[in-house]
C-alpha cells in the first residue's frame, strides 16, 4: 500500500525545468510542498508561480562553493524541515573525449557528482537527527550502460550509481532511504547536446522519455512503506533499442 506524502516538504534541485520541474510538481500534487532550488532566478519564478506557497523558490548556484554550502540551511530557514532531498541538477558532456575542454570536464564532474555529494552530506544531520528522510537523485541509463558516445557524463552517474548504494548503506539504521532514479534519454535541455543525427533519429523513432513519465515513478519509489526502499529504478523508452 501507498504511503501519503501529505504535508511534507522537499528540496529539488535543478527544479526550473526538465526533470526537477516534473518532479516538484508531482510533489506538489501529492500534498508536498518544494523548496525550489535553480541558479536561474527568471525561471524559479515562472515555475513557482502556478503554485503559491507550495513552492517556494530558492536561487542558488550550486557550482559556487559558498553558495552550494549555504543551499540546506537556507531551505531550513524557508520550510522549517525537509523531508526529501532529490538531487537532480547537472550537466550533460557527450562526444569524443579527445574533443571535450578541460573546464567543461571539471564543471560536469563538480556538479553531477561534488554537488551532489555535498547536498547530500548537509542534509544527512537534520534527516538523521529526525530519523526519518528520502535521498533521491537524479542518475541515468548510462549508470549502467557503457555508452559510447558520452564517457565523462556516463563516468559521472557510474560514480552516483556507487555513490547511492554505499551512503545507503551508512544511514540506512537511521530511518533514512536513499535511491537513485536512472532513466534513459529524456526530453531536457540535457540532451541538446547529443549529435543531430543520433537526436533525429531518436525523436523518429520513439525513444524518448517526458520527465512527467519519470516523477511519475519517482513518486512511487518515495510513496513505499518505510520498511521498503527502492534502491534504484532503471527505465528506458521501449524502442530504446531501434
Not at 530519523?131 to 559521472?156: K, M, N, Q, R
Request: proline share 5%; hydrophobic share 50%; glycine share 8%.
Amino acid at each position: 500500500m501507498a504511503s501519503s506524502l501529505q504535508g511534507q516538504v522537499a528540496v529539488v534541485t535543478g527544479a526550473a525545468s526538465g526533470i526537477g520541474l516534473a518532479s516538484a510538481r508531482a510533489l506538489v500534487a501529492a500534498g508536498v510542498r518544494v523548496v525550489m532550488v535553480d541558479r536561474d532566478a527568471a525561471a524559479l519564478t515562472a515555475a513557482c508561480a502556478p503554485h503559491g506557497d507550495a513552492m517556494i523558490p530558492l536561487v542558488v548556484d550550486l557550482l559556487d562553493a559558498k553558495a552550494c554550502a549555504a543551499m540546506v540551511p537556507a531551505a531550513l530557514d524557508l520550510a522549517g524541515r525537509i523531508d526529501i532531498l532529490h538531487a537532480n541538477a547537472g550537466l550533460y558532456l557527450g562526444g569524443d573525449l579527445v574533443d571535450a575542454q578541460a573546464d567543461a570536464i571539471d564543471r560536469m564532474l563538480n556538479l553531477n557528482v561534488n554537488v551532489v555529494m555535498k547536498n547530500v552530506r548537509d542534509v544527512l544531520p537534520h534527516m538523521i537527527a529526525r530519523g526519518s528522510g528520502d535521498i533521491l537523485v537524479t542518475s541515468s541509463l548510462a549508470a549502467h550502460f557503457p555508452t559510447p558516445w558520452e564517457p565523462v557524463y556516463a563516468s559521472s552517474k557510474w560514480a552516483m550509481d556507487c555513490f547511492v548504494q554505499t551512503t545507503r548503506r551508512q544511514v540506512f539504521r537511521h530511518g533514512l532511504r536513499v535511491g537513485a532514479i536512472s532513466p534513459g534519454p529524456v526530453v531536457t535541455a540535457l540532451i541538446a547536446d547529443w549529435p543531430a543525427d543520433k537526436l533525429a533519429q531518436a525523436r523518429a523513432s520513439g525513444s524518448l522519455l517526458d520527465p512527467g513519465e519519470v516523477a511519475e515513478v519517482i513518486l512511487f519509489m518515495l510513496t513505499r512503506p518505510r520498511g521498503m526502499t527502492i534502491r534504484d529504478v532503471v527505465m528506458l523508452p521501449t524502442n530504446f533499442d531501434l
